[in-house]
């Protein structure tokens, strides 16, 4: 019978074998996995590492990446038309620059030999070289385990915290904003100002983090819904803490908190699904009936204009950030999007302040035919807006939701939502 070593040394042989057959068409291989202690190669820690690595930077160009999974740990081939030396060298820039550099073996082939380092690789905690640590065995695997934990773990969430912080700015900035609240003016809101939403970010991230925290360690999504679930409501109870019971955020709650927890799921283990059909699935799951219990103005749009709001985009997969994605590149982009968000999905928040189901479609209609290239339009719509108290606060969570995805996809390959 085979122990779990013979079978890692079996899965290191295949690998090695897919490379001599991947010789006959690529003069150079690059094979990139994690360098991880102990017999399980396959936990949380592994995907989180590999997954850091965006393919679009990595410092060579590559024809074709394989990817396989193996008791040996995930790992992905790269057939690179390009001088073995070279790459090599630029792999070990990389091995020695990135966050979790120290964490990956990038090694690479000629159609000889693997090449080799001429300065040996350091241990994480100690920093002699390596091999002497691994042979002496110089460290305990809980040791090494709660090194790269803590550090990976820490690499995801300064990074998070800047992709959320980032794309509420952009929202929030955005200047004039018809009737939302901008750095200039209130907009159609007495009870908020740009201050007031400023603080209100700072006290909400936090439950974000948290949320990526737990997804990373759970086995099954669908068994930590009602713990998610727990963290949104003490993200809204912290905002209502410094709003003084006014909703700033209570949308982008919702749609944060189940983009972050699928986003954190997804990267820290091996996945069938698409991204965007593992979104639609827990959306389901939040949104079951045993799991919504408080009826909110929504609920009653729904029933009685049949207009589905947040929750229908989430169960449909959000079909609008969808293109609102093709439409954003940078932040040059956000009032395109906005508008496209207003005139194009189902916002309650407007539809609570419009006057009537017909004047909600007129606002609409308005958007539809705004031209934003025209500053003056912008401008007036604006101001109509103010005017006569409106607000699209659906669209501006949406627009939110989606410069975060923008920001996940260019940084990480499994992340698609197109």
Not at 33 to 58: Q, R, T
Not at 292 to 319: C, H, M, R
Not at 390 to 395: D, E, Q, R, T, V
Request: charged share 30%; glycine share 4%; net charge neutral.
């Amino acid at each position: 019978m085979m122990t779990i070593s013979d079978e890692i040394l079996d899965a290191r042989e295949n690998r090695y074998l897919r490379i001599l057959k991947l010789h006959v068409r690529f003069d150079t291989l690059v094979s990139l996995k994690v360098n991880y202690p102990g017999s399980d190669k396959n936990e949380s820690l592994v995907y989180l590492i590999l997954n850091a690595f965006n393919h679009e930077c990595l410092p060579f160009s590559y024809e074709k990446v394989y990817s396989y999974e193996s008791l040996d740990g995930p790992y992905y081939l790269f057939g690179v038309n390009e001088d073995a030396k070279s790459v090599k060298k630029k792999t070990i820039e990389l091995e020695e620059t990135h966050e979790l550099g120290r964490f990956i073996d990038v090694d690479v082939y000629n159609k000889k030999e693997c090449l080799s380092r001429s300065v040996k690789r350091k241990c994480y905690l100690c920093g002699r070289i390596a091999h002497e640590c691994v042979r002496l065995k110089k460290h305990s695997f809980e040791e090494l385990n709660d090194y790269i934990n803590e550090t990976v773990i820490n690499f995801y969430l300064k990074h998070l915290y800047d992709y959320i912080d980032q794309a509420m700015m952009v929202e929030l900035d955005l200047d004039p904003k018809f009737g939302l609240v901008t750095k200039s003016t209130c907009g159609s809101h007495e009870d908020m100002d740009y201050s007031l939403m400023i603080k209100t970010k700072k006290e909400i991230i936090p439950y974000f983090l948290d949320m990526f925290k737990l997804s990373v360690k759970i086995d099954k999504y669908e068994d930590f819904v009602d713990d998610f679930r727990k963290l949104g409501l003490q993200a809204e109870q912290a905002m209502y803490k410094v709003t003084n019971h006014v909703n700033t955020y209570k949308g982008l709650i919702f749609h944060m908190g189940l983009m972050i927890s699928t986003y954190g799921y997804m990267i820290s283990r091996e996945n069938k699904l698409s991204f965007t059909e593992m979104i639609q699935r827990n959306a389901q799951l939040f949104l079951k009936p045993s799991h919504v219990k408080n009826s909110t103005f929504g609920d009653v749009a729904q029933q009685k204009y049949n207009i589905k709001g947040a929750k229908g985009e989430a169960l449909e997969a959000y079909p609008h950030v969808r293109e609102a994605l093709k439409l954003y590149n940078n932040q040059a982009d956000a009032l395109k999007v906005l508008v496209y968000l207003i005139y194009n999905i189902e916002d309650t928040n407007l539809l609570k302040r419009s006057k009537s189901l017909d004047f909600y479609k007129k606002v609409k209609k308005l958007f539809k035919e705004l031209n934003i290239n025209h500053q003056n339009q912008v401008n007036q719509l604006s101001e109509y807006c103010i005017e006569h108290r409106l607000s699209f606060g659906g669209s501006a969570d949406l627009l939110i939701v989606t410069i975060f995805i923008k920001k996940l996809m260019e940084n990480h390959k499994k992340i698609s939502f197109l």
